[in-house]
Protein backbone atom coordinates (compact mmCIF):
# COMPACT_ATOMS: atom_id res chain seq x y z
CA UNK A 1 0.00 0.00 0.00
CA UNK A 2 1.39 3.33 -1.13
CA UNK A 3 1.65 6.56 1.07
CA UNK A 4 -1.45 8.35 -0.80
CA UNK A 5 -3.38 4.75 0.17
CA UNK A 6 -2.64 5.13 3.75
CA UNK A 7 -3.86 8.31 4.21
CA UNK A 8 -7.38 7.89 2.51
CA UNK A 9 -7.54 5.21 4.94
CA UNK A 10 -5.86 6.81 8.40
CA UNK A 11 -7.60 10.30 7.43
CA UNK A 12 -11.22 9.86 8.20
CA UNK A 13 -9.92 7.34 11.54
CA UNK A 14 -7.77 10.20 12.76
CA UNK A 15 -10.35 13.32 11.65
CA UNK A 16 -13.61 11.19 13.58
CA UNK A 17 -11.06 10.95 16.72
CA UNK A 18 -9.97 14.25 16.91
CA UNK A 19 -13.71 15.50 16.24
CA UNK A 20 -14.91 13.39 18.72
CA UNK A 21 -12.74 14.15 21.47
CA UNK A 22 -14.02 17.60 23.74
CA UNK A 23 -12.27 20.80 22.92
CA UNK A 24 -12.89 24.34 21.31
CA UNK A 25 -11.28 23.44 18.36
CA UNK A 26 -13.29 20.50 17.72
CA UNK A 27 -16.52 22.17 18.97
CA UNK A 28 -15.81 24.67 16.44
CA UNK A 29 -15.39 22.51 13.67
CA UNK A 30 -18.15 20.44 14.34
CA UNK A 31 -20.41 23.55 14.83
CA UNK A 32 -18.80 24.73 11.76
CA UNK A 33 -19.78 21.65 9.33
CA UNK A 34 -23.28 21.11 11.26
CA UNK A 35 -24.38 24.24 9.97
CA UNK A 36 -23.27 23.54 6.23
CA UNK A 37 -25.45 21.06 4.28
CA UNK A 38 -23.12 17.98 6.00
CA UNK A 39 -26.07 16.16 8.25
CA UNK A 40 -23.98 16.30 11.87
CA UNK A 41 -24.95 17.77 14.60
CA UNK A 42 -22.92 19.91 17.32
CA UNK A 43 -25.50 20.28 20.48
CA UNK A 44 -24.12 16.89 21.60
CA UNK A 45 -20.23 17.90 22.16
CA UNK A 46 -21.55 21.29 23.73
CA UNK A 47 -22.93 19.15 26.33
CA UNK A 48 -20.23 17.38 26.81
CA UNK A 49 -17.92 19.83 27.52
CA UNK A 50 -20.63 22.05 29.68
CA UNK A 51 -21.03 18.95 31.67
CA UNK A 52 -17.57 18.23 31.85
CA UNK A 53 -17.06 21.74 33.05
CA UNK A 54 -15.79 24.44 30.51
CA UNK A 55 -16.54 27.51 30.68
CA UNK A 56 -20.17 28.38 29.81
CA UNK A 57 -19.54 31.50 28.02
CA UNK A 58 -16.49 30.37 25.68
CA UNK A 59 -18.36 27.06 25.10
CA UNK A 60 -21.07 29.01 24.16
CA UNK A 61 -18.85 31.43 21.48
CA UNK A 62 -16.81 28.84 19.77
CA UNK A 63 -20.17 27.51 19.05
CA UNK A 64 -21.99 30.11 17.41
CA UNK A 65 -18.80 31.32 15.75
CA UNK A 66 -18.17 27.84 14.26
CA UNK A 67 -22.00 27.56 13.19
CA UNK A 68 -22.20 31.44 12.32
CA UNK A 69 -19.20 30.38 9.90
CA UNK A 70 -21.23 27.72 8.20
CA UNK A 71 -23.88 29.42 7.59
CA UNK A 72 -22.00 32.05 5.85
CA UNK A 73 -19.99 29.42 3.79
CA UNK A 74 -23.88 28.13 3.03
CA UNK A 75 -24.77 31.69 1.78
CA UNK A 76 -21.93 32.36 -0.25
CA UNK A 77 -22.89 29.07 -2.07
CA UNK A 78 -25.66 30.11 -2.68
CA UNK A 79 -24.53 33.40 -3.85
CA UNK A 80 -22.29 32.10 -6.51
CA UNK A 81 -23.09 28.29 -6.60
CA UNK A 82 -25.43 29.02 -8.83
CA UNK A 83 -28.28 26.12 -9.74
CA UNK A 84 -25.60 23.01 -10.80
CA UNK A 85 -23.76 23.72 -7.40
CA UNK A 86 -26.83 23.54 -5.24
CA UNK A 87 -28.76 20.53 -7.17
CA UNK A 88 -26.00 18.50 -7.80
CA UNK A 89 -23.05 18.86 -5.41
CA UNK A 90 -25.21 19.83 -2.14
CA UNK A 91 -28.01 17.50 -3.42
CA UNK A 92 -31.08 20.74 -2.13
CA UNK A 93 -33.85 19.04 -4.59
CA UNK A 94 -36.10 21.37 -6.21
CA UNK A 95 -38.67 20.68 -3.83
CA UNK A 96 -36.67 21.86 -0.51
CA UNK A 97 -35.48 24.49 -2.39
CA UNK A 98 -39.32 25.81 -2.99
CA UNK A 99 -39.77 25.23 0.91
CA UNK A 100 -37.11 27.46 1.67
CA UNK A 101 -38.14 30.24 -1.08
CA UNK A 102 -41.89 29.52 0.03
CA UNK A 103 -40.40 30.24 3.76
CA UNK A 104 -39.29 33.86 2.45
CA UNK A 105 -42.57 34.17 1.05
CA UNK A 106 -44.40 34.06 3.88
CA UNK A 107 -42.18 35.05 6.70
CA UNK A 108 -39.65 37.48 4.62
CA UNK A 109 -35.84 37.33 5.21
CA UNK A 110 -36.39 37.06 9.40
CA UNK A 111 -37.38 33.79 8.45
CA UNK A 112 -33.36 33.25 8.36
CA UNK A 113 -33.35 33.69 12.17
CA UNK A 114 -34.64 30.06 12.40
CA UNK A 115 -31.21 28.84 10.53
CA UNK A 116 -30.79 26.96 13.57
CA UNK A 117 -33.98 24.62 13.07
CA UNK A 118 -32.60 20.98 11.66
CA UNK A 119 -33.20 19.97 7.81
CA UNK A 120 -34.67 24.11 7.23
CA UNK A 121 -32.23 26.04 8.34
CA UNK A 122 -29.04 25.03 5.94
CA UNK A 123 -32.13 25.11 2.90
CA UNK A 124 -32.76 28.45 4.67
CA UNK A 125 -29.31 29.94 4.07
CA UNK A 126 -28.33 28.55 0.97
CA UNK A 127 -31.63 30.45 -0.45
CA UNK A 128 -30.36 33.19 1.34
CA UNK A 129 -27.33 33.82 -0.76
CA UNK A 130 -29.33 32.69 -4.35
CA UNK A 131 -31.84 35.33 -3.61
CA UNK A 132 -28.85 37.51 -2.59
CA UNK A 133 -29.89 38.87 0.63
CA UNK A 134 -28.50 42.06 2.15
CA UNK A 135 -25.28 40.17 3.85
CA UNK A 136 -25.26 42.40 7.31
CA UNK A 137 -29.15 41.17 7.89
CA UNK A 138 -28.29 37.48 7.49
CA UNK A 139 -25.66 37.65 9.27
CA UNK A 140 -27.65 39.57 11.85
CA UNK A 141 -30.54 37.22 12.05
CA UNK A 142 -28.28 33.99 11.69
CA UNK A 143 -26.24 34.78 14.17
CA UNK A 144 -29.04 35.75 16.48
CA UNK A 145 -30.63 32.93 16.06
CA UNK A 146 -28.07 30.11 16.48
CA UNK A 147 -26.65 32.40 19.31
CA UNK A 148 -30.25 32.22 21.10
CA UNK A 149 -30.30 28.22 20.26
CA UNK A 150 -26.89 27.11 22.30
CA UNK A 151 -27.56 29.72 25.09
CA UNK A 152 -30.70 27.70 25.28
CA UNK A 153 -29.33 24.38 25.51
CA UNK A 154 -26.51 25.13 27.48
CA UNK A 155 -29.11 26.69 30.21
CA UNK A 156 -31.29 23.26 29.73
CA UNK A 157 -28.21 21.37 29.87
CA UNK A 158 -26.83 23.24 33.36
CA UNK A 159 -30.69 22.85 34.59
CA UNK A 160 -30.83 19.18 33.90
CA UNK A 161 -27.32 17.37 33.92
CA UNK A 162 -24.51 19.16 34.62
Known amino acids: MGNFDNIVLTYPVVLHDWLSQPGYGSLFTMSLL ?30 TAGNCLGAVTTYLAGVYG ?26 GTFSLFFSWVPLIGDPLCLVGGMMRINFWL ?18 ITLRTIA
Not at 138 to 155: C, D, H, M, P
Open 34 to 63: ASTLVPIGSEWLLVLMLVKGYSVPATITVA
Open 82 to 107: GTWLIERVFRVSKEQQERARAYYQRY
Open 138 to 155: FALLVASGKLLRYIVTAW
